[in-house]
């Protein structure tokens, strides 16, 4: 998918594995990932596609090969708040409301032009329980909370294990609207996922996990 194609990648990587007791976890790996691109990380259960993106986020240390960032080697200090990865742990503090955690994160990374924390709550589907404590939150409200990151940050790319679990029908599409805006809009992302991904913006690109 090429809404907003650049001819210099925005990630890459070469010959990359990821060691586990000195054995690789999959096989080799070599892709780009261009602005206003999709890939979808594919693979049976345990091949690593968890594993990968938390080494793209900087959270695992690279086994072999090499991953490069705009032309450099990635460096988590030097691409800070350019890299979003929401993974199965949200990352929400759970007695604190949707409202406060996204003031901490923007706090952190500052926010898209234009984008308010009560505007992005209100989008994603948490209006009337801004300022609810995540904990008494349902796991639908407490992912949409999170996927509120997305709106609010200014990360070019996002690195998403499984963005759709634990959303109803509503929620699933509204995931794709907001993967569909960001790669229109030049952003980048990574995304893993057990069920079928319904994307409208054009053909992802797909990364096969192999042991």
Not at 186 to 192: D, I, N, Q, R, W
């Amino acid at each position: 998918m090429t809404a907003a194609n650049s001819t210099a990648s925005l990630l890459e990587a070469r010959a990359l594995s990821f060691l586990r007791q000195d054995e690789p976890v999959f096989a080799p790996l070599d892709f780009q990932l261009r602005a206003g691109e999709l890939a979808l990380v594919e693979g049976d259960n345990g091949s690593g596609k968890t594993t990968l993106l938390r080494m793209l986020a900087g959270l695992l240390h690279v086994g072999e090969g090499e991953l490069r960032w705009r032309g450099e080697p990635l460096q988590r200090d030097r691409c800070a708040g350019e890299i979003l990865f929401l993974g199965h742990q949200l990352g929400l503090k759970a007695d604190l409301s949707p409202c406060e955690n996204l003031r901490i994160a923007a706090g952190l990374h500052g926010c898209r032009d234009g984008a308010s924390v009560a505007a992005v709550l209100a989008e994603i589907g948490l209006r009337g329980y801004e300022d609810e404590p995540v904990r008494r939150l349902s796991a639908g409200q407490k992912k949409r909370a999170a996927l509120a990151r997305l709106l609010l940050l200014p990360a070019t790319l996002w690195l998403l294990d499984e963005p759709y679990a634990n959303l109803d029908r509503i929620g699933i599409a509204l995931v794709n609207r907001i993967l569909e805006t960001h790669t229109a809009a030049g952003g980048a992302a990574l995304v893993t996922s057990h069920g079928a991904v319904s994307f409208h913006g054009g053909e992802p690109r797909h990364i096969r996990m192999h042991a």
